[in-house]
């Protein structure tokens, strides 16, 4: 059988940063995001009885054994759940900027996760999609949904509790996300390393648990009323909280560059004059900066002024999975 999915990435705006069980990929804290319209994986899975291996082709070339083995290792799952023993081809497209901060993780293991289901009989959606999406990459969980998406932490030790769940629709509030990029290449240390060495080292985590519980909140009242000032500022100090901890780790590491902090001053700047955009950032140097649309085009030429920026992606909130 055979299946194409498509998947959208997602940004986080309260931070997903830790786990507490890294093989059942549990987060230490729940988290919320926006799925974004420009940038997505399309992947098509397909179980074949001739074949004696998996094999996995990204951007139309071969994977390397390191990646085929991660894709293998999913699909030992879907074949657990469904029954189904035989080896797949995995083609997979990537319009994302991989490894630049972008999260293209979240995208293509949604993706993978709903066409490799699919594939092999299983018709699972919603609740459980996300749940098998998480096992390949956390944040892949929300991508299952469009809009502004949650996905709780859960508390039981077999994860059956920990998944995403839909807060608001795309079309409920549209609001303008410019990915700034100033640095393509990949990073030294991969969010999954520096979450591990963040959460076992820095004395600042366990403060960042409890402020993050209650930026939550507060983010999810913010949606819910459509109070973009409350959502930014709470936006941008949990992604401010979130980097801290990293300074606290042992050996301490920081994945902003100057670029980076041009980029935060230049939107405090806007702000001072009356422009509402803020800032959030992942693991990496890149910022994604947030304002309504009728901000976009100013926020958009003032960034583009800066020499640093190599390119601005705007984007909006997008879909959730779909089948083609």
Same mark, same amino acid.
Request: proline letters at 3%; glycine letters at 6%; hydrophobic letters at 35%.
């Given at each position: 059988?055979?299946?194409?999915?498509?998947?959208?990435?997602?940004?986080?705006?309260?931070?997903?940063?830790?786990?507490?069980?890294?093989?059942?990929?549990?987060?230490?804290?729940?988290?919320?995001?926006?799925?974004?319209?420009?940038?997505?994986?399309?992947?098509?899975?397909?179980?074949?009885?001739?074949?004696?291996?998996?094999?996995?082709?990204?951007?139309?070339? =071969?994977? %390397?054994?390191?990646?085929?083995?991660?894709?293998? *290792?999913?699909?030992?799952?879907?074949?657990?759940? %469904?029954?189904?023993?035989?080896?797949?081809?995995?083609?997979?497209?990537?319009? !994302?900027?991989?490894?630049?901060?972008?999260?293209?993780?979240?995208?293509?293991?949604?993706?993978?996760? @709903? @066409?490799?289901?699919?594939?092999?009989?299983? =018709?699972?959606?919603?609740?459980?999609? $996300?749940?098998? @999406?998480?096992?390949?990459?956390?944040?892949?969980?929300?991508?299952?949904?469009?809009?502004?998406?949650?996905?709780?932490?859960?508390?039981?030790?077999?994860?059956?509790? $920990?998944?995403?769940?839909?807060?608001?629709?795309?079309?409920?509030? &549209?609001?303008?996300?410019?990915? !700034?990029?100033?640095?393509?290449?990949?990073?030294?240390?991969?969010?999954?390393?520096?979450? +591990?060495?963040?959460?076992?080292?820095?004395?600042?985590?366990?403060?960042?648990? *409890?402020?993050?519980?209650?930026?939550?909140?507060?983010?999810?009242?913010?949606?819910? *009323?459509?109070?973009?000032?409350?959502?930014?500022?709470?936006?941008? +100090?949990?992604?401010?909280?979130?980097?801290?901890?990293?300074?606290?780790?042992?050996?301490?590491?920081?994945?902003?560059?100057?670029?980076?902090?041009?980029?935060?001053?230049?939107?405090?700047?806007?702000?001072?004059?009356?422009?509402?955009?803020?800032?959030?950032?992942?693991?990496?140097?890149? !910022?994604?900066?947030?304002?309504?649309? *009728?901000?976009?085009?100013?926020?958009?030429?003032?960034?583009?002024?800066? &020499?640093?920026?190599?390119?601005?992606? !705007?984007?909006?909130?997008?879909?959730?999975? $779909?089948?083609?």
């Amino acid at each position: 059988m055979k299946a194409t999915a498509k998947a959208h990435t997602n940004i986080a705006l309260i931070k997903y940063w830790g786990k507490r069980n890294e093989e059942l990929i549990l987060p230490t804290n729940s988290s919320l995001s926006i799925t974004l319209d420009r940038f997505y994986t399309e992947t098509t899975v397909e179980f074949n009885e001739q074949l004696t291996s998996d094999s996995f082709y990204l951007n139309g070339e =071969q994977a %390397s054994e390191k990646e085929t083995l991660k894709v293998t *290792k999913f699909l030992n799952l879907v074949r657990e759940l %469904s029954g189904d023993t035989r080896h797949a081809t995995v083609s997979s497209t990537n319009h !994302v900027p991989t490894a630049a901060g972008f999260a293209s993780s979240a995208s293509g293991y949604a993706a993978l996760a @709903a @066409a490799a289901s699919k594939a092999s009989g299983l =018709q699972l959606e919603g609740e459980e999609l $996300s749940k098998l @999406a998480r096992r390949g990459s956390g944040s892949a969980c929300r991508s299952i949904y469009g809009g502004f998406v949650e996905w709780q932490k859960g508390t039981k030790d077999d994860g059956s509790d $920990s998944y995403a769940v839909p807060i608001l629709e795309q079309e409920a509030w &549209d609001l303008s996300i410019l990915s !700034v990029m100033i640095e393509s290449k990949q990073k030294k240390i991969l969010s999954r390393e520096g979450m +591990k060495r963040t959460v076992e080292t820095s004395p600042f985590y366990d403060g960042w648990l *409890k402020a993050t519980e209650e930026e939550l909140q507060i983010a999810k009242k913010a949606i819910e *009323k459509r109070d973009f000032e409350l959502l930014g500022e709470t936006l941008e +100090k949990n992604a401010f909280k979130m980097h801290a901890t990293t300074l606290g780790a042992d050996p301490p590491f920081f994945y902003w560059q100057p670029a980076t902090l041009e980029i935060i001053d230049y939107v405090q700047q806007l702000r001072s004059q009356g422009v509402l955009a803020y800032v959030t950032i992942d693991a990496g140097p890149n !910022v994604k900066v947030i304002c309504e649309p *009728k901000d976009e085009q100013k926020v958009y030429q003032t960034l583009s002024e800066i &020499d640093s920026v190599k390119e601005i992606f !705007v984007c909006h909130p997008g879909p959730g999975i $779909s089948y083609l």
